[in-house]
T-cell receptor, first 114, second 115 residues
């Protein structure tokens, strides 16, 4: 079993739809959870991060972490064509040395149609 | 603030040849990472530097890959000899320190094709 599992999609939705992206993980030591957005031929850029369990909201984006289920989600409200990208979840056990290194999911390719 | 600079953007080489990639991190960022991203996969850490010292190189195929960080700033990643399975995007990232909640800043990567 991989440490981080993410459905690669692709996922296609109409403009204005609510998008739900998810990852599951197996390592209970993970404490920091991130979502990156990667446009074609670009490097990933940090979108959201959360520490431990709970929700975090930033504009149209909401990140949720359920450590008891080892499950994280990213919701995008009122999706726009500019949201079309690959979304990568990433997580780490903590600070310092190899503990702080990020383990990424495969990424989910999202396409928002006008 | 200038981003993480990488060069070249693209490289095509034949198997068994050697290749080198260069990375210039954000000024003042102490930590530098090299990731390998194979098509359809998430990035995988190859090596992490803190200033000019190696923190983690456990996933670096040391028989063919090498990396160095010059004076704690720029870094080069080398592959010698290259194999077909090395075809990937090589991403460099930097962060102010080891704290993951600051997030990494990634460069646009070098896309390597081995034929």
């Amino acid at each position: 079993q991989k440490e981080v599992e993410q459905d690669p999609g692709p996922l296609s939705v109409p403009e204005g739809a609510i998008v739900s992206l998810n990852c599951t993980y197996s390592n209970s030591a993970f404490q920091y959870f991130m979502w990156y957005r990667q446009y074609s031929r670009k490097g990933p850029e940090l979108l959201m991060y959360t520490y431990s369990s709970g929700n975090k909201e930033d504009g149209r984006f909401t990140a949720q972490v359920d450590k008891s289920s080892k499950y994280i989600s990213l919701f995008i409200r009122d999706s726009q064509p500019s949201d079309s990208a690959t979304y990568l979840c990433a997580m780490s056990a903590g600070y310092g040395g190899s503990q702080g290194n990020l383990i990424f999911g495969k990424g989910t390719k999202l396409s928002v149609k006008p | 603030e200038a981003g993480v600079a990488q060069s070249p953007r693209y490289k095509i080489i034949e198997k068994r040849q050697s290749v080198a990639f260069w990375c210039n991190p954000i000024s003042g960022h102490a930590t530098l990472y090299w990731y390998q991203q194979i098509l359809g996969q998430g990035p995988k850490l190859l090596i992490q530097f803190q200033n000019n010292g190696v923190v983690d190189d456990s996933q670096l195929p040391k028989d063919r890959f090498s990396a160095e960080r010059l004076k704690g700033v720029d870094s080069t990643l080398k592959i010698q000899p290259a194999k077909l399975e090395d075809s990937a995007v090589y991403l460099c990232a930097s962060s102010p320190d080891r704290a993951p909640n600051y997030g990494y800043t990634f460069g646009s990567g070098t896309r390597l094709t081995v034929v």
